[in-house]
């Protein structure tokens, strides 16, 4: 008896030795991003970092990509939330849904170019990317605030193609991954990449007030030559009827 309870044993130890076996080789990966850097905008109420991204490959080409909004003592602050979201993908066959489900309202949207160059993919004057998740921006319940995630699956994608950093665009540098928080003092916001791509500094924004608004030098310019202009035909008038 005791020699078939060692077979039996042997025989169970066979079997569960051949499910690990065909337990398919990397059939979950994950690869997280940190956002933790402010390249643009005033320095949120907290240092950060903000928010975290992962995608993880299940099995097969699918990816679950989950975004999360951190709260505590180093994520958003009272009255923070997030209204932009990009990242990049290597691949080039990758679907995308529509929409994402969780804690906060938005849509995810895939830039018609590659590299990107479209203005709505581009983050703070930094760089493109050729997903981006444009969040709710009212204020009722579906801002993506502290504490709360949302996700989606991408096809046709593993973990390891999320690697690629935006495609530059005369910024402060590249990022993996870039968020927009918004609701900060003033009406300011903060741009946030991560500084796991290698990029060095103190992680402080500029003071919202210090950063001009593009449109705004725009309208200006035109007014400072016109106003010079203004002045150096009254110099010249001035001149003349001196020598007169």
């Not at 390249?39 to 928010?51: I, L």
């Not at 505590?72 to 990009?86: M, Q, V």
């Not at 665009?169 to 796991?196: D, E, R």
């Not at 608004?213 to 725009?218: I, T």
Request: include cysteine; hydrophobic fraction near 40%.
């Amino acid at each position: 008896m005791k020699g078939m309870a060692g077979v039996r044993q042997l025989v169970m130890v066979a079997v569960v030795a051949a499910g690990v076996a065909w337990l398919p080789m990397g059939a979950e990966a994950t690869i997280t991003y940190n956002l933790d850097f402010v390249f643009a905008g005033q320095q949120p109420a907290n240092y950060g970092p903000w928010g975290t991204i992962s995608f993880t490959t299940t099995g097969g080409t699918n990816t679950l990509v989950t975004m999360t909004a951190l709260d505590g003592a180093t994520g958003l602050g009272a009255g923070e939330f997030i209204s932009f979201w990009g990242f990049n993908t290597s691949d080039t066959s990758f679907i995308a849904p529509a929409s994402l489900s969780g804690a906060a309202t938005g849509t995810i949207g895939v830039c018609p170019t590659n590299p990107c160059t479209s203005a709505q993919f581009k983050a703070g004057g930094d760089g493109y990317y050729n997903v981006v998740v444009s969040f709710e921006t009212a204020n009722n319940a579906g801002r993506l605030t502290a504490g709360e995630s949302v996700s989606f699956t991408i096809q046709n994608a593993i973990e390891t193609s999320f690697s690629p950093l935006s495609n530059p665009g005369g910024g402060a540098g590249t990022y993996n991954t870039a968020l927009h928080i918004q609701g900060l003092p003033s009406g300011s916001s903060a741009w946030v990449g991560n500084t796991s791509t290698g990029r060095v500094g103190t992680g402080i924004g500029e003071i919202c007030s210090e950063v001009p608004e593009p449109g705004g030098l725009a309208l200006a310019v035109p007014g400072l030559l016109g106003i010079g202009g203004l002045l150096g035909t009254r110099f010249g008038s001035h001149i003349r009827r001196m020598i007169a």
